[in-house]
């Protein structure tokens, strides 16, 4: 299990800070955001295959930034560049408040669970996931369901749990994309189905 050092604490920080992007969403327009959030995509998709190709780059990226880094990540996409991806894509494919939700629950949700998880947690689901983090993720999500005024709140709801369980259960991917996408994919099916009764 992870322990909470100062590295991971200032990626924690920088993890919370990320929900400045679906906070500004609810007062800018779909069009100007999916730009935003594909330039940001993009251009964090290219500084992380630089930085896995070249090796000076690779260095220096180490030195400036190394101690935030999971050691899985000093081999492949780091969480930032995955969040970026995953952003885009909820904000592409979503409906604008099913988004917001599903960032949300991200930044945050995930962000309580890593943290209640490593300082509390005592019942292991395995190695690193605990089912007190999971709990904190849910029930912030939760209340920030509460908060919302679209979609349905059962939807919300609904979505909050899927959202703490993909946190949960560890899929081989980044849970910073699975997290926001398959309980964003769950509310919209959610929302096409209650609004065909």
């Known amino acids: 299990m992870k322990k909470l050092t100062r590295g991971i604490l200032i990626r924690k920080f920088l993890h919370l800070m990320t929900m400045v992007i679906p906070l500004s969403y609810i007062f ?7 730009l935003f959030l594909a330039f940001l995509g993009v251009s964090a998709v290219i500084i992380d295959f630089l ?4 090796k000076p780059i690779g260095r220096f990226f180490n030195r400036l930034l190394g101690q935030i880094l999971w050691e899985r990540e000093k081999h492949t996409l780091t969480g930032a560049t995955t969040y970026a991806v995953s952003a885009f894509l909820s904000v592409y494919f ?21 943290i209640i998880g490593v300082r509390w947690g005592i ?6 996931k605990t089912i007190e983090g999971s709990a904190a993720c849910f029930i912030i999500c939760l209340g ?27 899929l081989g991917v980044d849970d910073n994309l699975t997290l926001p996408l398959i309980s964003g994919v769950a509310m919209e099916i959610l929302t096409k189905q209650l609004g065909g009764l």
Not at 98 to 111: E, H, K, Q
Not at 145 to 162: R, T
């Open 123 to 128: 019942t292991y689901f395995d190695s690193e």
């Open 28 to 34: 800018i327009d779909r069009f100007p955001m999916v």
């Open 51 to 54: 930085r896995l190709v070249v």
């Open 94 to 114: 979503f409906d604008k408040w099913i988004a917001i939700a599903v960032l949300l629950f991200l930044s945050l949700g995930d962000t309580a669970a890593h």
């Open 144 to 170: 920030i369901s509460m908060l919302l005024p679209e979609p349905d709140i059962l939807i919300l709801v609904i979505g909050a749990f899927v959202a703490s369980t993909v946190e949960l259960f560890p």
